[in-house]
């Protein structure tokens, strides 16, 4: 008896064994049948025509849902009557301007235009077997991609009226004072800020960016100015050190943030996220910050016409440089004019900064060889650090 156990005992091990194996077996069907009532897409788009509904019966084969992928850049499909496509053809140049929206007009280039036989444009189509003339008219899908460069003068336009306003900010902190200046920059920083989120089209978002680089230009130079002022000797040199990483880490860190809180969230955060920094800034620097006292008596010696021809100088070779690759540089006629007037305006401003006593900006100062070697070695990194800055987003969006 004692000797038949050992077999009875195996006999159960491989019985067990074999329940084990098929309870495996079941679970995996049961989990491939799970994976069978989720949807998945082969690659990554848009979804459309989607019929499938939660505790809706399908059959096998049934069309649930239809995904088209995504494009390489954004378009619209317009609708034009073969009447108008006489002088339409695939590349040339167009402008969109939405009826429900005439003021945001985008720029675009014509793709292609959608095959048709001549059957689809018969004055008597086929399927009409009673003879009625019932469509004269044939619609023609034309697919029309929006150019990129249409988000770029999101911060063009920022950048121009930043740096017109940089080298105001010098006269304007002597003007007001840098605690004041300050403090009226930064909610008015915030508050445009908050304009940009509730921005509905991309007109106002560029109207407002812009605004928000003019006030930006005001704070940035009296930061650097205020180190001077605050630290002497060693303490100057250390302290100049944690404010420029500061300059440099915030371009850094500031695609990968507006990444994640645009995923995370909405592409509104991007620009809410500056409203308690903003209001802390304001009411950090009017209480600790009182360096310098205002100088009323400048406003009297205010040059308006150097300020004209800067903005004049500056704004127009921002605008040829922006667009002129696009329009083919100077055979475009407001691109020409553009060049002529930042020439004629720069030749008026270099002039009249170096002629006047008391000028906007002071470009004598370039004259002292460590001041110019100083900017020059600012400049060399600044356009690595802020190019990348610009044109990093740009092409992660086209690829």
């Not at 040339?92 to 036989?117: H, Q």
């Not at 911060?155 to 902190?173: C, D, K, R, Y």
């Not at 009411?283 to 205002?294: E, G, S």
Request: with cysteine.
């Amino acid at each position: 008896m004692a000797e038949q156990q050992p077999g009875v005992f195996a006999a159960r091990v491989a019985e067990a064994q074999a329940r084990a194996r098929n309870a495996a077996a079941a679970v995996t069907l049961a989990e491939d049948n799970l994976s069978y009532t989720v949807i998945r897409a082969p690659f990554d788009g848009i979804a459309g025509n989607r019929a499938a509904e939660l505790g809706r019966h399908v059959t096998p084969g049934e069309q649930l849902i239809a995904v088209a992928p995504l494009p390489d850049q954004l378009y619209v499909v317009a609708n034009f009557k073969e009447t108008q496509l006489r002088r339409m053809r695939p590349g040339m140049k167009v402008r969109l301007i939405p009826d429900i929206d005439p003021g945001a007009a985008v720029d675009g280039t014509v793709n292609s235009l959608a095959p048709a036989t001549g059957a689809l444009f018969s004055l008597l189509p086929p399927e009409n077997v009673t003879g009625n003339f019932t469509e004269v008219v044939q619609r023609v899908p034309v697919k029309i991609e929006i150019d990129p460069a249409e988000a770029a003068w999101v911060q063009t336009s920022n950048l121009i009226a930043e740096i017109v306003m940089i080298p105001l900010s010098g006269w304007l902190s002597r003007r007001l004072s840098t605690r004041v200046l300050f403090v009226a920059s930064a909610p008015g920083f915030t508050l445009f800020s908050l304009a940009c989120a509730g921005a509905s089209s991309l007109g106002e978002i560029v109207i407002f960016r812009a605004a928000q680089g003019f006030i930006d230009g005001a704070m940035i130079p009296p930061v650097f100015a205020t180190t001077y002022l605050l630290f002497s000797g060693e303490r100057r040199t250390q302290v100049s050190v944690p404010i420029g990483l500061t300059a440099t880490l915030a371009p850094t860190i500031g695609p990968t943030l507006g990444g994640w809180l645009t995923d995370r969230y909405s592409w509104h955060w991007l620009f809410l996220i500056n409203l308690p920094v903003g209001a802390a800034v304001a009411v950090a620097v009017w209480n600790w910050l009182d360096i310098d006292r205002p100088d009323w008596s400048l406003i009297r010696r205010f040059d308006a016409i150097g300020l004209v021809l800067m903005a004049a100088f500056l704004g127009a070779l921002e605008y040829v440089l922006e667009e002129g690759e696009r329009w083919d540089w100077l055979s475009d006629r407001t691109i020409a004019w553009c060049a002529v007037i930042s020439s004629v305006a720069g030749v008026l401003f270099f002039w009249r900064m170096l002629s006047r006593r008391d000028p906007l900006v002071e470009l004598r100062a370039f004259g002292n060889v460590n001041f110019a070697f100083g900017s020059l070695f600012s400049f060399v990194p600044g356009i690595g650090l802020y190019g990348s800055v610009y044109l990093v987003p740009l092409f992660l969006a086209r690829v």
